[in-house]
T-cell receptor, first 112, second 116 residues
Framework: GQQVMQIPQYQHVQEGEDFTTYCNSS?????IQWYKQRPGGHPVFLIQ?????EVKKQKRLTFQFGEAKKNSSLHITATQTTDVGTYFC????????????FGKGTKLTVNP | EAGVVQSPRYKIIEKKQPVAFWCNPI?????LYWYRQNLGQGPELLIR????????DSQLPKDRFSAERLKGVDSTLKIQPAELGDSAVYLC??????????????FGPGTRLTVT
């Protein structure tokens, strides 16, 4: 079935370093959403990308959607301890029966 | 504005016992989702409702799982009988959907189920 792969699975950085997580789909997506889940918490919506090649920024976070709409990335500049958590991408498949499929997430830890 | 409410927050049962989870979505949200999240994994969709209609239940294990959203507001997810492999966090989410597509989802705190 439809799969959304996310890498890396884990990332440990020093505070102030940058961080990037990548999301890849085997098929073309209608759009892609990103969520953040803090330890012990629930997923919280960050953003949705719809257009091919779209780039959106939220303060230190930059989200990109690939030209072929099969991949996406989330980049955090100068990480802070508040960025700790697991970042999930969720891709929406194209076609008659659209489905939202979550990746396994990238768990980010930040060393102060 | 109140968020998505779920109860109970935690549940421990023995295998073969039944269990039920309840979810009250954000007021005005017509779409409701039930997810299962295993440790270290992303949420896996079990069922999606638009109002009272189940529009996607393709991943719901229908031999033991059932769900309902009778009045298009709150929803109940049931497992009967529970198996050891059902231990997970069950998340409910809601969104306001206009037309086709997926929109920003608001998740509840989840119910952590442990089957012994």
């Amino acid at each position: 079935g439809q799969q959304v792969m996310q890498i890396p699975q884990y990332q440990h950085v020093q505070e102030g370093e940058d961080f990037t997580t990548y999301c890849n789909s085997s098929t073309t997506l209608s759009n892609i959403q990103w969520y953040k889940q803090r330890p012990g918490g629930h997923p919280v919506f960050l953003i949705q990308l719809v257009k091919s090649g779209e780039v959106k920024k939220q303060k230190r976070l930059t989200f990109q959607f690939g030209e072929a709409k099969k991949n996406s990335s989330l980049h955090i500049t100068a990480t802070q301890t508040t960025d700790v958590g697991t970042y999930f991408c969720a891709g929406v498949t194209q076609g008659g029966s659209e489905k939202l499929v979550f990746g396994k997430g990238t768990k980010l830890t930040v060393n102060p | 504005e109140a968020g998505v409410v779920q109860s109970p927050r935690y549940k421990i049962i023995e295998k073969k016992q039944p269990v039920a989870f309840w979810c009250n979505p954000i007021s005005g949200h017509n779409t409701l989702y039930w997810y299962r999240q295993n440790l270290g994994q992303g949420p896996e969709l079990l069922i999606r409702y638009e109002n009272e209609e189940a529009v996607d239940d393709s991943q719901l294990p229908k031999d033991r799982f059932s769900a309902e959203r009778l009045k298009g507001v709150d929803s109940t997810l049931k497992i009967q009988p529970a198996e050891l492999g059902d231990s997970a966090v069950y998340l409910c989410a809601s969104s306001f959907t206009s037309g086709r597509g997926f929109y920003e989802q608001y998740f509840g705190p989840g119910t952590r189920l442990t089957v012994t």
